[in-house]
Nanobody, 124 residues
């Protein structure tokens, strides 16, 4: 199984930017569609963005379209999420995971073992 470590979160003012990273180890993730998910306090984990194995196709939740950009570097076994024009409602812990996309929405496996994630806090 691929081990995933998220990083790059922090505290930023509304309108600011952050770039998250998801580093994979244990085995290559180049064959997987990968995705970002987030969980705000007291809420369920939700889909944010996904990218197919070669980066040619990406998917985004409506709430982040036009503001977030997902990318990957298979040579570095790393995926990224560039987040611009951040809003307070983007505040959450962000996680990465192998993802299946159905009707444009990414879903992690039910058996997914989630990592620590990375905290993103956007102040107003």
């Amino acid at each position: 199984q691929v081990q995933l470590v998220e990083s790059g979160g922090g505290l930023v003012q509304a309108g600011g930017s952050l770039r998250l990273s998801c580093a994979a180890s244990g085995r290559t993730f180049s064959g997987y569609t990968m995705g970002w998910f987030r969980q705000a306090p007291g809420k369920e984990r939700t889909f944010v963005a996904a990218i197919i194995w070669n980066g040619a196709i990406t998917y985004y939740a409506d709430s982040v379209k036009g503001r977030f950009t997902i990318s990957r570097d298979n040579a570095k076994n790393t995926m990224y999420l560039q987040m611009n024009s951040l809003k307070p409602e983007d505040t959450a812990v962000y996680y990465c995971a192998p993802t299946t996309v159905v009707a444009g929405v990414g879903h992690a496996r039910e058996s997914q073992i989630w990592g620590q994630g990375t905290q993103v806090t956007v102040s107003s």
